[in-house]
């Protein structure tokens, strides 16, 4: 008899049951901690915006198993009596891996949520629009940004209660910590100042003066030796030393909407990923001497991003894409794209999430939340054929039951100007318009656009429809009296 299959089982299981909890030497962890293979244990996590659900995959078969709903779709959640959750957004995860925090930045809260069942755990309410959350590596507190505000929240990492308050400069984007626990990095989203503070003490120790004002993510290498973070009004990605004096190593021009950084170390060497939005890449750069060394396309609109626990994969989340795209670190080149729920943000992927089980309860199918409609603008006489040219911008409209949440993200237009999405009756974004959204472009020429209403129907009619007539989206400059002609136009 082979007893083979029997003796790989119970080895399975013994490594399991004993394996380390400490962090594996990929980000957030230590270098020097020992990588762990990717497995049906593992889970990546993605917060997502629109369907206010967080969808769980197995990265060794790239499947989705299934999405913990957190709260409802619009309208339902405009009611007065509504309790879920608003604007599913930010996330972090314990050092023993057994729990994530998943922040909504619309209902200002932090859920805590059990890695193995998938069941939540606990809610706790913060100040104004909290953004990320993350627990020390000693796993005693969470620190949850409150970017709506000026202080990070300093939670209890048993009870999740907050215990107290750390003042930063007014809109704090993000924390990450040090590998040896020492400090704690935050970056702002309202002034140009990072800074670094004493975790034991809670007292600023250190200040790094950012390139411009909008950071949204900000990572420690697991050699302890850099932080990086993203400048998304700019375009930047800024490197500065991990230990005093905290200086500035390197500013990166990396591209419009620069969203989240993380790295991976493999047998090639040590890498640095940024998810680029204008330009739907993520693009690689060595960390010893900030090389690019790769440029990799990936789908419209990639945001949050997590290496696997032995660094030979990067996830992404393809935030108008409504998918996860696994990249091989190796070879740099994506591997599988997953579907998943709406406008996925922060990204996370937890090693060893599963210790019992299939993992598969207190999920369910994807459902209305992977029901969106796609379409692409194109500068105004550009004829050309190349997407690099002639999409500038990409549309997502996220289904919401009868209406749907209108994303953009807009790039190629002048830094700084005002500017409006709007609704013409011509394809080539001639007569008057109809506004639907009105924004500023930032220093890159970049804007994320948001609207709400029954625009499908209206940009993308049915055919046999007996309202068929169609109308077209369109950006277009924004004066003080009047709108200007359309710049970029509805692609067909």
């Not at 390197?250 to 790295?263: L, Q, R, Y």
């Amino acid at each position: 008899m082979n007893r083979m299959p029997a003796v790989s089982t119970l080895s399975a299981l013994v490594a399991l049951v004993f394996a380390p909890v400490a962090l594996a030497g990929q980000a957030p962890g230590k270098a020097s901690a020992a990588d762990i293979p990717i497995s049906h244990q593992d889970r990546v996590y993605a917060a997502e915006q629109f369907s206010n659900t967080v969808s769980v995959i197995d990265p060794a078969s790239n499947t989705l198993v299934g999405l913990i709903k957190l709260g409802d779709p619009s309208p339902g959640n405009f009611s007065p009596l509504y309790k879920g959750q608003v604007l599913v957004h930010g996330m972090g995860f314990s050092p023993d891996h057994k729990t994530i925090a998943v922040v909504s930045i619309g209902s200002n809260s932090v859920s805590f949520i059990d890695t193995e069942t998938n069941a939540l755990k606990h809610v706790t309410y913060v100040g104004r629009s909290p953004h990320e959350a993350f627990f020390t590596p000693n796993g005693k507190e969470v620190w949850v940004t409150v970017r709506g505000e000026n202080y990070i929240a300093v939670l209890d990492g048993s009870t999740y209660e907050e215990k107290s308050r750390i003042v930063v400069p007014a809109g704090p984007g993000m924390q990450i910590f040090s590998t040896d626990g020492k400090y704690g990095y935050v970056c702002s989203s309202f002034n140009p100042q990072t800074v670094v503070i004493d975790v034991a003490s809670h007292k600023i120790v250190g200040h790094v003066t950012q390139a411009s004002p909008f950071c949204p993510n900000i990572a420690a290498t697991p050699d302890g030796k850099q932080v990086w973070f993203t400048l998304k009004d700019t375009g930047k990605t800024q490197v500065f030393n991990a230990r005093p004096p905290f200086n500035i190593l390197k500013t990166i021009d990396t591209g419009p909407i620069s969203n989240h950084v993380n790295f991976a170390h493999n047998s090639n060497g040590s890498f640095a990923y940024v998810t680029i939005g204008g330009t739907n890449e993520v693009k690689v750069f060595k960390t010893d001497d900030f090389s690019q060394v790769a440029t990799i396309s990936v789908g419209k609109l990639p945001h949050g991003i997590w290496p696997s626990g032995d660094g030979t994969r990067m996830y992404v989340g393809l935030e108008n894409a409504d998918a996860m795209t696994a990249i091989d670190t190796l070879t740099n080149q994506v591997i599988a794209t997953v579907p998943i729920g709406q406008a996925p943000q922060a990204v996370t992927y937890v090693p060893n999430a599963v210790r019992m089980g299939d993992g598969t309860q207190n999920t369910q199918p994807l459902g209305v939340a992977g029901k969106a409609a796609h379409l692409t603008m194109m500068a105004v006489g550009d004829s050309s054929t190349s997407a690099s040219t002639t999409e500038p911008t990409s549309v997502s409209l996220f289904d919401q039951g009868l209406v749907q949440v209108l994303q953009a993200s807009v790039t190629g237009l002048e830094p700084k100007k005002p500017y409006v999405i709007a609704l013409s009756d011509h394809p080539d974004g001639s007569g008057e318009l109809e506004p639907l959204a009105n924004f500023m472009s930032n220093p890159a020429g970049s804007a994320i656009v948001n609207a709400i209403g029954q625009i499908r129907q209206i940009v993308r009619p049915e055919a046999n429809s007996a309202t068929s007539t169609q109308r077209y989206l369109v950006v277009a400059p924004r004066g003080a009296e009047k709108i200007g002609t359309a710049v970029q136009v509805q692609s067909n």
